[in-house]
């Protein structure tokens, strides 16, 4: 137990375009999903920590407006890259957290974005 | 704010043989949790083993065991008999008891397992 799909795995587009990533915990309900960043041979930046049907809290430095956040049902958040730039190019990784405070993070495989 | 820091970038070890990597952390709390983390050539993080510090006793999993020193705020990982499978980074993390529950972690540590 304890899946946590994301999707897609790979993401090519175009600068100037807008991409979304998917995040589903496939058997728990997750309250509370969180998203991050992983540069080449670094270690995992948080960007933002997602509640279920409400706005998700950004870390600073992260900006929101940028990295749009929507965790709308207790098993989907998805994480929208708006208007990309080749800085944007990075791997994003999700994990959601089950209902009712639990300890462990369960975490997604992970999307890796080229932007060209 | 909470820091995690792993000083070896990279470790190798023989097949078979046993490894420690290192991990320290600053903070102010009492209370807390910390986890090793495995992130394979596949990128999937996986947890390796968790400590809740309010217990004295290191955790084990299996060939996985932690030597958890509260005071000296250190939390190194041991991996017995190394299997080629154990090939990966690790990351060392930390969870506040309270509050904003989010995973701190450390730099990391590459582990090759030479045959």
């Known amino acids: 137990g304890a899946v946590v799909s994301q999707h897609p795995s790979r993401v090519i587009c175009k600068s100037g375009t807008s991409v979304k990533i998917e995040c589903r915990s496939l058997?728990?309900?997750?309250?509370?999903m969180f998203w991050y960043r992983q540069f080449p041979k670094k270690s995992l930046m948080l960007m933002a920590t997602?509640?279920?049907?409400?706005?998700?809290?950004?870390e600073q430095g992260v900006e929101k407006d940028k990295f749009l956040i929507n965790h709308a049902s207790l098993t989907l958040s998805t994480l929208t890259v708006t208007s990309a730039h080749p800085e944007d190019s990075s791997f994003y990784i999700c994990s959601a957290r089950k209902a009712g405070g639990a300890l462990i993070q369960y975490f997604g495989a992970g999307t890796r974005l080229s932007v060209l | 704010a909470q820091t995690v820091t792993q000083s070896q970038p990279e470790m190798s070890v023989q097949e078979a043989e046993t490894v420690t990597l290192s991990c320290t952390y600053d903070?102010?709390?009492?209370?807390?949790?910390l986890f090793w983390y495995k992130q394979p050539p596949s990128r999937q993080m996986i947890l390796v083993i968790r400590q809740e510090a309010y217990k004295q006793q290191n955790a084990t999993e299996n060939r996985f065991s932690v030597n958890f020193q509260k005071a000296a705020k250190s939390f190194s990982l041991k991996i017995s008999d190394s299997q080629l499978g154990d090939a990966a980074m690790y990351f060392c993390?930390?969870?506040?008891?309270?509050?904003?529950?989010?995973?701190?972690f450390g730099q990391g540590t590459r582990l090759t397992i030479n045959p």
């Open positions: 993390a930390y969870r506040r008891l309270q509050g904003a529950q989010k995973l701190v």
């Open positions: 903070t102010s709390e009492s209370d807390y949790y």
């Open positions: 058997d728990f309900q997750a309250t509370t």
């Open positions: 997602s509640n279920e049907g409400s706005k998700a809290t950004y």
